[in-house]
């Protein structure tokens, strides 16, 4: 099994910025991608940024520009810098990790538990 483990969500007012981090551990045999979605209340979990093995990001339209995702391998971690925080961000921003694990190295997806980030205006 795989844990990921969320951290950096806090209170922060309009045109701040927060750092997110989430270390995997666990049976990790490969790692195919790693990302943050989230999800406001009474609206669907979106995503947010992914970073690929294969080196290419991606982005959801809303935050170009003002976040960045970036992957340590050796730590097995993901962080994700938010600048120019916006009302609109707040939200449970979960931590995803694709990999390759468990004893017969088989590809699933984990989920972390939430960190809470609220932007005030």
């Known amino acids: 099994q795989v844990q990921l483990v969320e951290s950096g969500g806090g209170l922060v007012q309009a045109g701040g910025s927060l750092r997110l981090s989430c270390a995997a551990s666990g049976s990790i045999f490969g790692i195919i991608a790693m990302g943050w979605y989230r999800q406001a209340p009474g609206k669907q979990r979106e995503l947010v940024a992914v970073d690929n093995s294969g080196g290419s990001t991606n982005y959801a339209d809303s935050v170009k520009g003002r976040f960045t995702i970036s992957r340590d391998n050796a730590k097995n971690t993901v962080y994700l810098q938010m600048n120019s925080l916006k009302p609109e961000d707040t939200a449970v921003y979960y931590c995803?990790?694709?990999?390759?694990?468990?004893?017969?190295?088989?590809?699933?997806?984990?989920w972390g538990q939430g960190t809470q980030v609220t932007v005030s205006s």
């Open positions: 995803n990790g694709d990999f390759y694990s468990g004893t017969y190295g088989r590809r699933k997806e984990y």
